[in-house]
Nanobody, 126 residues
């Protein structure tokens, strides 16, 4: 089991910044790919960014490229998502997710992730 706890959400005006964190505990953090997803009201949960554990390969959804940066600190069992130039359409509950990966490809679909945090609200006002 991997337990995930997000923090860092809040309310900002458009153009502002926030940094999300996700602390992991339980099974070996270093063997798990980590991802961020978000869910806006009335919409499905969507992929935001992910980082592969074995080589730190990263992938972002197009709408956040150049604005969000995913990183991981294996020593602290924590991943981060600094978010800059926030837009109202970034408003959502942001979820951290983990997936054991035995030397495979980085998964982008939420159905591949086994462990989820409780979510943290990000609200961007215009």
């Amino acid at each position: 089991q991997v337990q995930l706890v997000e923090s860092g959400g809040g309310s900002v005006q458009a153009g502002g910044s926030l940094r999300l964190s996700c602390a992991a505990s339980g099974r070996t953090f270093s063997s798990h790919d980590m991802g961020w997803f978000r869910q806006a009201p009335g919409k499905e949960r969507e992929f935001v960014a992910a980082i592969r554990w074995r080589d730190s390969f990263i992938y972002y959804t197009d709408s956040v490229k150049g604005r969000f940066t995913i990183s991981r600190d294996n020593a602290k069992n924590t991943i981060y998502l600094p978010m800059n130039s926030l837009k109202p359409e970034d408003t959502a509950v942001y979820y951290c997710a983990a997936r054991y990966n035995n030397n495979g490809a980085l998964a982008l679909g939420r159905e591949f992730y086994n462990y989820w945090g409780q979510g943290t609200q990000v609200t961007v006002s215009s």
